[in-house]
């Protein structure tokens, strides 16, 4: 099967819950076409002790956001979340290059 | 009188936790527990409300939401210069002491209930009033006497709890009781039983906030049991001197004071100022008042009520 497919960024943010509603209206005022949000839980490890973010209750919540779309797009998306919420909230990004096949929805 | 099984899930809840076991409830699980009992509340206090005149509520309405608002401003210097917290970091923990723990409420209300003392049917509405004011001064406390801005004030107005409370308490009061009968099997009849599986889970999360504390000092949690301690108290003495309300009335209006936000105030303040530090609020209002309000402060304010 000879399959055409089509190169792309696929942008990554894990943040805290409160911040989904800020991303997506960020992502899309970027020019994103679309996005996929899932809870996620996670920790990291300093120097203090282990710091969980388990997703108990209403309070430690985290979110996966995923952007797929050109990479000027996603790099401008990251560049902006970087700046806005870096520096307060919990928040990681990723880029990273994936193959898509039907280019016009990315 | 046999120990409250609310009390004793959640105790099951937090010494899971410490054990390290591996009892987790699904998220979705969890909110939809809080959900229900969001709505129950709201229900239930809208179903007693249409029974009596407005006007009867309108000075604890009142006096609720003035109660609510100014706590921060009380709280905020103690915070700053007694506790030692950053400006906006004072702010933060205010504001969750000034807004209001539903979850508090209810056990209260149970506790009540099981001793037979009755209370104004209203008071869920007070709850559903105090939820806002609080964060709405945190966030003024925290920009240095400027106003909250619009983005601000909808999230907080937005937020489920006061959706739900609201909303049910609007819907209880259209319907009244015959509208209400063929929901109470499942917003009244099962009420406690739900509780007790929501306090389990409340029981693992706050055992799971116990090593935040080490870090939050000891002044904080001094304060996290003193505030609930006075402003409890304080509470009844006003419910029941200023506002005229019944001993159990004038105990919700203490466990309503003394009690600290957990769900709204955390995401509120997040946004609102995301300068403080979060865990400094959740940690307080969730691993020492809670627990200090289910376990002490509680039977304390009815034993005070009870003297009134």
């Not at chain 2, 609510?68 to 205010?94: C, E, K, M, N, Q």
């Not at chain 2, 889970?201 to 870090?215: I, N, P, S």
């Not at chain 2, 609020?281 to 200090?292: C, D, E, M, N, Q």
Request: proline share 5%; aromatic share 8%; glycine share 12%.
């Amino acid at each position: 099967m000879n399959v055409t497919t089509h190169r792309r960024c696929q942008l990554t943010i894990i943040a805290e819950y409160v911040l989904e509603e800020k991303l997506i209206v960020l992502a899309r005022g970027l020019g994103a076409h679309g996005y996929t949000v899932h809870e996620v839980r996670g920790g990291s490890f300093s120097a203090d002790g282990e710091r969980r973010r388990e997703g108990a209750g209403e309070t430690d919540r985290t979110i996966e956001m995923k952007v797929i779309s050109e990479r000027a797009v996603a790099e401008q998306i990251a560049q902006q979340v970087l700046d806005q919420f870096g520096g307060n909230f919990s928040v990681r990004v990723l880029l990273a290059e994936v193959e898509v096949f039907r280019p016009g929805m990315y | 009188m046999p120990i409250d099984p609310l009390v004793l899930t959640f105790a099951l809840g937090v010494a899971a936790r410490l054990a390290r076991s591996d009892l987790r409830f699904p998220e979705p699980v969890y909110e939809a527990l809080s959900i229900y009992l969001l709505l129950a509340i709201g229900l239930k206090g809208g179903v007693e409300l249409s029974h009596q005149p407005l006007s009867h509520v309108a000075l604890p309405a009142l006096f609720a939401v003035f109660a609510g608002f100014a706590l921060p401003f009380i709280l905020f210097p103690a915070l700053r210069h007694v506790v030692g917290l950053t400006r906006t970091d004072a702010s933060s923990v205010a504001a969750h002491y000034g807004s209001v723990s539903v979850v508090t409420f209810a056990i209260a209300t149970a506790y009540l209930q099981q001793r037979g003392i009755p209370a104004e049917s209203f008071m869920p509405v007070l709850l559903a009033l105090m939820e806002a004011p609080g964060i709405i001064a945190g966030v003024i406390l925290a920009r240095s006497g400027g106003t909250a801005g619009a983005p601000v004030f909808r999230e907080v107005a937005a937020n489920k709890g006061i959706v739900l409370l609201a909303g049910g308490i609007v819907i209880g009061w259209i319907i009244g009781s015959e509208g209400y009968a063929p929901l109470k099997p499942l917003f009244g009849d099962l009420f406690r039983g739900l509780l007790a599986l929501y306090l389990l889970e409340l029981g693992l999360v706050v055992g799971g906030r116990f090593a935040d504390l080490r870090r939050a000092g000891m002044r904080l949690v001094t304060f996290a049991v003193i505030t609930p301690l006075v402003m409890g108290a304080t509470g009844v003495g006003l419910g029941s001197w200023l506002l005229g309300l019944s001993a159990g009335g004038a105990v919700l209006f203490g466990v309503l004071l003394a009690s600290a936000s957990y769900i709204a105030a955390p995401a509120a303040m997040r946004m609102a100022v995301p300068e403080a530090n979060p865990a400094l609020g959740i940690s307080a209002a969730l691993a020492v008042t809670f627990p200090f309000n289910v376990f002490i402060n509680i039977p304390l304010l009815v034993l005070l009520g009870g003297m009134l």
